[in-house]
Structure formats: structure tokens, C-alpha cells
């Protein structure tokens, strides 16, 4: 990369993802690496500062992730988040203990302003906080920068040599100057000049992937959502007809979403576009299967199956493209080190997967390897793709698959397909939608009585989602209001065949996720 580096050291905190978009927000490019990465490999990337993560674990444990003192000789400004804070303290001589009084959510700190830190930040404001263990005994050379009702040292620094530590979370929107304290450290003590911006990356791509590409050609797996309907409009400006989207309709998407997808494509994109549409194959192989993972894995397995079949057909010699972003990266576990600082498996992810070994290709391209998802929307708008297909809401690998409770089966696809159109279009009718992160419906696999007219009815229940959210990590139900619900409830019982009960799920995340399975 020719822009600056910030280098963000994961130790397995559950936002460090979230660190790196705030970074970048900030027009500042990052990557997150492994806690591990060796001390000459960070020198050579000749990073302009170091962001350390929180994690789990406690500092004083031998087997919680640890770092060299060598990092703090290298002459980088560093901060140190939650975990981090705690570990720069321990690694420099000072030392961490367990609290009396442990700190979780919204908490108010005084801080001082006369730190660089917390510059154009009031003396009293609200952070988020999450830890049990505290900064006992500062390091030499440190001073206590802000602190809490609970915690002594809720911010230390040593601004002699550009280290810095917040005990709390200023990642997250919780904390209300959370971003400022990030961009203070970004600019004031590291002295970056905010040079990521998406123009910049549009034109630079478009001419790598001219001279790498040359005039081979490429095939390019569409599953029409937004990473890989932007892969493909960049791939398009580079290459034109050189380029072939294989797009499988698998019958898991939304109602006529795959007429939709090819219409765009062929409209809009100079490329071969080719369709495979197999939702019998992947009713056949999903025939009594109910549990969720071995559902995800099997419409994975069947998708991928398919896909590479039609690229034996395509192929010929150049390049395979993906639509993986930066997060597919980290979440596929190759931001942590198994056992130290990684991050639980909550479902299995298929954005990367091994190429069949009789398939050879020149190389591989990821286009949007090095772009978080909001990064990938401000490429697709300026791309000049549709609103509507650059903001698609967050839609599962398994489609709806996933939300349909037990079995799948022909006849409960088509009563969900319907029954979130229904209830996509009076959202988009009531003028909320924009208010929405995110809304879907769900089938339970629950049937229950129910009367129509003068005859009583055995039906499907029908639950409908929807949350609003700024990062995923947690979510709020939506407080969609009553008269709308009523008109959702009215059109489902009275549009959508087999349907007599509707319920809305309140449920915020955490305890639940988003999605039912």
C-alpha cells in the first residue's frame, strides 16, 4: 500500500474489527495482525502508529497473549485499548489486579485535557466500559490520564514516548467522544494525514487489475450481494468481456431476487453473465435435515459443488476472482492464534473456500481483500451501481435457509418468499425503512390454530425481525409503530397462503443474534 499504516494488534478482543473501521472512518488505512506478528515483520510495514486490543484474558496469566518489550523500543506511538492498556502496564514494569469493583457498559470518567488524548474532550463524559481486572501499579514514566468512581486508572500515559492506554472502549458508539479520542491519537500523537479515500482506491484498483490481469481471462463467483456485485463492477471497468460472473440460484433467495440479479448484471456490467438455477439439487440434498450447522454446511457444500462445475465449463486458463472482504479474512481465523486470543465460532462462514484441485488458475483476485462492508458500499455507489443492490440489508451465505426453521421444503420457501415481500414493502411503504439496520421475516416450523371466515384454521405462524443497529456487535429490537405492525399482521394473514398467526420478535442481541439459526 502507498498510504500511512496503522497496525492494530489483535489479542482477541471482540472489536477489533470495530477498532480498525473507526480507524479508517478516520481516513486512515489499517490492517489488524495477529498479537504474535514478529517484531521485524512489523518494522519492515513501517507503521505511523500501533492500536493494541482488548481481549479476555487476564495479563498476569502465563497462558493469556503476550508481547516483547522490543515493540515499545521501535519508537511508534502506541495505544493501548481495555486488555491492551492492561498489557502495555504489565509488559513495561507495572502491573494489573483483579477489581474490587468490576465495571461493565456506560461509565463516566474525568479526564485530563490537557493530555493529548483526550483534546476537545469535556473533563466528565461517558465511556464504555468492560473489565474485571485494573491497572494496580503504573509503569515507570506513566501518569494516570482519566479515572473513574471504581477505577483508579482509567487512561495512563507516557507522552515522552507516544505510549498511551484507555481501560475503556472508545471503539463502540457508547462511548459519546469515543471517536475524537481515536482520531486525537491518529493525528495529534501519530501525526497521520488521513490519506485513504475511496476515489483514490477506485482508480488504483481498476489499474492493478489492468496490469495484472493483462489479457487473460477471469471468472468471478456473483452471488449478487454487495461484495461481489462491487468485485464485479470494478472487474468490469478493468476488463470488460474478459470477465464471466457465474451466478448459482440455489432457491434460497428472496422472492424473484435472481431475476433481479440478471437483469442488473447484463444491463449494467460489460461482462459474460452466466446463470445456473438448481433449486430441485438442493432440495434433494437438504430432504430431512433440520439441524442449523448441518444445514449451512450442506447448502455450502452442495453451493460449491455446483459452482465449480460450471467453472470447469468456463475455464480457460486467467485468473479467479472473489468477493472476500477484509472481514471474511479475519472471521476464516487468520487474524488470531488458536487457543490465545482467539475469537469463538458462532457459525460457519464459507466466504473462503479451497479450490478444487483439477481446477487450476494463474492466481487468485480479491479486489476488495483490504475493504471493510461500509467501505464497500461508498465503492459500488460511486461505481455507479444501483442504491438498491449497493444497500441490500445483510442477507445469510444459506439465504433463507437459515430462516426457515427445520426441514426446508418447496412449499415453506414460497410461503417465506411471499411473506417477506409482504412485509419488505409495507416497511418501504410506512417511510421507516431507513430507520431500520435490518428487517426479515422468519418461518418457525409452527403451525396453530387459528379461524378464517366461519372455518378454523391449522396454519404456519409467521415472525418477523427487525433491529436496528451502528456495528452488529450489539443490536436493539426496532420500535416499529403499532399502526404498521397492524397493517404487516393484516397483509400476511390475508395475502400469504397457509399463514393465520404473526408475531414480532423483541428480542435484543445480546441474549439472541439477529438471525434465528
Known sequence: MTNQLCIILDFGGQYNQLIARRVRECGVYCEIKRFDTPIEEIKALNPTGIIFTGGPNSVYDESSPHISGDIFKLGIPILGICYGCQLMAYTLGGAASTCVTSEYGRTEIVSDSSCALFKGVPEKNIVWMSHTDYISKLPE?????????????????NAEKKLYAVQFHPEVTHSEYGKLILKNFLFEVCGFTGDWQMDNFIEETVEKLRRKIGDKKVVLG??????????????????????????????????????????????????????????????????????????????????????????????????FAQGTIYPDRIESGKGNKSGQ????????????????????????????????????????????????????????????????????????????????????????????????????????????????????????????????????????????????????SNRLCNEVDHVNRVVYDITSKPPGTVEWE
Open 341 to 488: 486470543g482467539s475469537t469463538a465460532v458462532i457459525k460457519t462462514h464459507h466466504n473462503m473456500v479451497k479450490m478444487p484441485e483439477d481446477i487450476t488458475f494463474d492466481g487468485i483476485i480479491e479486489p476488495l481483500g483490504e475493504l471493510f462492508k461500509d467501505e464497500v458500499r461508498k465503492v459500488g455507489e460511486k461505481l455507479g451501481i444501483p442504491h438498491e443492490l449497493v444497500w441490500r440489508q445483510p442477507f445469510p451465505g444459506p439465504g433463507l435457509g437459515v430462516r426457515i426453521i427445520g426441514e426446508i421444503t418447496e412449499e415453506k420457501i414460497k410461503i417465506l418468499q411471499e411473506a417477506d415481500a409482504v412485509f419488505r414493502d409495507e416497511i418501504k411503504k410506512s417511510g421507516i425503512e431507513e430507520q431500520l439496520t435490518q428487517f426479515f421475516a422468519v418461518l418457525p416450523d409452527v403451525r396453530t390454530v387459528g379461524v378464517m371466515g366461519d372455518h378454523r384454521t391449522y396454519d404456519h405462524l409467521i415472525a418477523i425481525r427487525a433491529v436496528t443497529t451502528d456495528d452488529f456487535m450489539t443490536a436493539d429490537w426496532a420500535r416499529i409503530p403499532y399502526d404498521v405492525l397492524a397493517r404487516i
Open 222 to 319: 456473483l452471488s449478487g450481494g454487495v461484495d461481489s456485485s462491487v468485485a464485479a463492477g470494478l472487474l468490469s471497468r478493468a476488463v470488460g468481456k474478459q470477465l464471466t460472473c457465474v451466478f448459482v440460484d440455489q432457491g434460497l433467495m428472496r422472492k424473484d431476487e435472481g431475476d433481479f440479479v440478471e437483469e442488473t448484471f447484463t444491463r449494467l456490467f460489460d461482462m459474460n453473465f452466466v446463470r445456473v438455477n438448481c433449486q430441485k439439487q438442493f432440495l434433494e440434498k437438504l430432504k430431512g435435515i433440520t439441524d442449523p450447522e448441518e444445514k449451512r454446511n450442506t447448502i455450502g457444500t452442495e453451493f460449491y459443488k455446483v459452482f465449480w462445475d460450471k467453472v470447469r465449463e468456463e475455464a480457460d486458463g486467467g485468473f
Open 141 to 157: 514514566g506513566f501518569t494516570v490520564t482519566a479515572k473513574s468512581k471504581d477505577c483508579p486508572c482509567a487512561a495512563m500515559s
